[in-house]
T-cell receptor
Framework: KAGVTQTPRYLIKTRGQQVTLSCSPI?????VSWYQQTPGQGLQFLFE???????NKGNFPGRFSGRQFSNSRSEMNVSTLELGDSALYLC????????????????FGAGSRLTVL | AQKITQTQPGMFVQEKEAVTLDCTYDTSDPSYGLFWYKQPSSGEMIFLIYQGSYDQQNATEGRYSLNFQKARKSANLVISASQLGDSAMYFCAMRDGGGAQKLVFGQGTRLTINP
């Protein structure tokens, strides 16, 4: 079956602009979570959506937001971009239920690499 | 707060040798899950193996096995018979039993397999 699809794969923006990233989860997966990966901070959790509701949120400023649609596809938005927002943004999907079951594994997409100039 | 520690920034191993990547964790939650992911230079995180805190046996998936020592709070990844394609970043991660899909990651270990 198809994996997790993230678009766009690469993008370049300038400071002050905003950006929207998209994530299409594996068919049947209702949970989508987002992570930011930078060389300095490593992998950090942004937020998770389950059945169109934000279930958990990481420690990021309000410029970072997301949403999930009824078909489980998710978008994240970063407004007023800063140089420090340059990162690889990874999306992961899972069934979101039966936590701490071996069957409930997060499958990641290839990421969207954002460069802010 | 949960924490994952990977103390080996980089490792170099000869092809066909076994390699152990270290991971220690800290949590006060009795229910948690431990993951290992591989990240090649392409960027995609590839799931390797999972261990639940209540699992009685160490997890195995092909050439990957997880040496789970609960009392010591360690979850080391063992790769048997390493291959050139195993060269990548490896991340240990933990999910607690709080009801959401939040993973806490370690800083990773860069593994290089030499021919």
């Amino acid at each position: 079956k198809a994996g997790v699809t993230q678009t766009p794969r690469y993008l370049i923006k300038t400071r002050g602009q905003q950006v929207t990233l998209s994530c299409s989860p594996i068919s049947g997966h209702r949970s989508v979570s987002w992570y930011q990966q930078t060389p300095g901070q490593g992998l950090q959790f942004l937020f998770e959506y389950f059945s169109e509701t934000q279930r958990n949120k990481g420690n990021f400023p309000g410029r970072f937001s997301g949403r999930q649609f009824s078909n489980s596809r998710s978008e994240m938005n970063v407004s007023t971009l800063e140089l420090g927002d340059s990162a690889l943004y990874l999306c992961a999907s899972s069934t979101g239920t039966g936590l701490n079951s071996g069957a409930n594994v997060l499958t990641f997409g290839a990421g969207s690499r954002l460069t802010v100039l | 707060a949960q924490k994952i520690t990977q103390t080996q920034p980089g490792m170099f191993v000869q092809e066909k040798e076994a390699v152990t990547l270290d991971c220690t964790y800290d949590t006060s939650d009795p229910s948690y899950g431990l993951f290992w992911y591989k990240q090649p230079s392409s960027g995609e995180m590839i799931f390797l193996i999972y261990q639940g805190s209540y699992d009685q046996q160490n997890a195995t998936e092909g050439r990957y096995s997880l040496n789970f020592q609960k009392a010591r709070k360690s979850a080391n990844l063992v790769i048997s018979a390493s291959q050139l394609g195993d060269s990548a970043m490896y991340f240990c991660a933990m999910r607690d039993g709080g009801g959401a899909q939040k993973l806490v990651f370690g800083q990773g270990t860069r593994l290089t397999i030499n021919p």
